[in-house]
């Protein structure tokens, strides 16, 4: 697998660094991305972070869009203009910003999630609730298609 997967939770610590999982480094490292890009997601209260592999995602699903028109300004704006980029210290770390910390409500611990090409970083509690939330849709979406194709579908 040669992208995020899994989730990990890590203390900040007094300085208000904290410790990307050393599989997320790899990962970075592999993407050939010096730091990290983050920017608050705008689905939820979390940060969006990765690498090139995200930055290419923006880049892709930008290039659809007319450029020098109202849309493509905006989200350009939400991807890029409020983006970060923080930089990893040499035992891995990073430190989180104000705005970053005041979106997801980061205050002492953090958690990283894998979502394949990018990864998230979460208020644990908050992961929680997010997590029992994408359970439940996942398996309302998979359990209605895997009850199809046990059934054989409709004849």
Known sequence: MHGFVSHYTNKLDAKGR?????????VLVRDG??????FPSPHA??????????????SSRLG????????????????F?????????GEGRVMLTDTLREHTGI??????VGLGYKFQIWDPDRFKAHRAEAMKRAFGLFGSSAATGASGGTA
Request: aromatic share 6%.
């Open 107 to 112: 205050t002492n611990t953090a958690t990283f």
């Open 33 to 38: 991305f010096e730091g990290l890009y983050c």
């Open 18 to 26: 904290v410790s990307i999982p050393a599989s997320f480094r790899s």
């Open 64 to 79: 659809g869009l007319d450029t020098l028109t109202a849309d493509h300004d905006m989200i350009s704006t939400a991807l």
């Open 45 to 58: 209260d979390t940060v969006d972070a990765g690498g090139n592999q995200l930055l290419n995602e923006i």
């Open 81 to 89: 203009g409020i983006s970060e980029l923080l930089k990893l210290d």
